[in-house]
């Protein structure tokens, strides 16, 4: 039989990528934003006045897509470039008063986005998983240094992660209890 990708963890997850970018989208035209550009504004909440190569390195793009980002936030009146005070070629990026008015809706559409994703899933559930992504990112966010091997022929119920197929549901839980979120 062949391989079903649909059943693995990685389609599942950007399957729930999707709809989260779909949901988050909604949420977003209401305010008048476009998916990625609330991530701009978030950035510039925490630290105004960013370099546009600070703002791709904080939001993991390359410079030409903040360049794009930036112009339309720009446009609509959300943020403004002002040039470096010692190298004129550098422009830094502000929040404008209407930029930092939206912060607040952009947090409720967070806000929303999060409970409606998170319906039915119990406090312990949320922690764990939520450190479980977090290994996952970690993981798929590391340097791949050594060649792929071919892959073997598994059935679906034999795709494991490393080092856990001897533990059981009673295990896991209790660690879940134990450590941090």
Do not use: C
């Not at 390195?57 to 403004?80: F, I, N």
């Not at 190298?87 to 607040?104: K, P």
């Not at 986005?113 to 992504?133: M, N, S, T």
Request: proline share 4%.
């Amino acid at each position: 039989m062949a391989f079903n990708h649909r059943k693995t963890i990685t389609f599942r997850l950007a399957q729930t990528a999707r709809a989260a970018r779909g949901r988050s989208g909604m949420h977003l035209v209401r305010i008048g934003l476009h998916p990625g550009q609330e991530s701009v504004l978030k950035a510039l909440a925490e630290q105004d006045g960013l370099s546009m190569s600070q703002l791709a390195q904080t939001l993991s793009v390359q410079p030409p897509t903040v360049t794009k980002m930036v112009s339309r936030l720009a446009a609509q009146g959300y943020v403004e470039r002002r040039a470096s005070k010692g190298d004129g070629r550098q422009a830094h990026v502000f929040l404008t008063a209407q930029g930092n008015e939206t912060i607040a809706d952009v947090d409720r559409g967070w806000k929303r986005l999060e409970k409606e994703a998170l319906a039915g899933i119990d406090e312990k559930d949320v922690k764990r998983l939520r450190k479980l992504l977090r290994q996952i990112e970690k993981n798929l966010s590391a340097s791949i240094d050594e060649p792929e091997e071919p892959a073997e022929e598994e059935s679906e119920d034999q795709i494991e992660a490393p080092g856990r197929a001897a533990e059981t549901a009673e295990t896991e839980a209790a660690r879940a209890e134990a450590e941090p979120a």
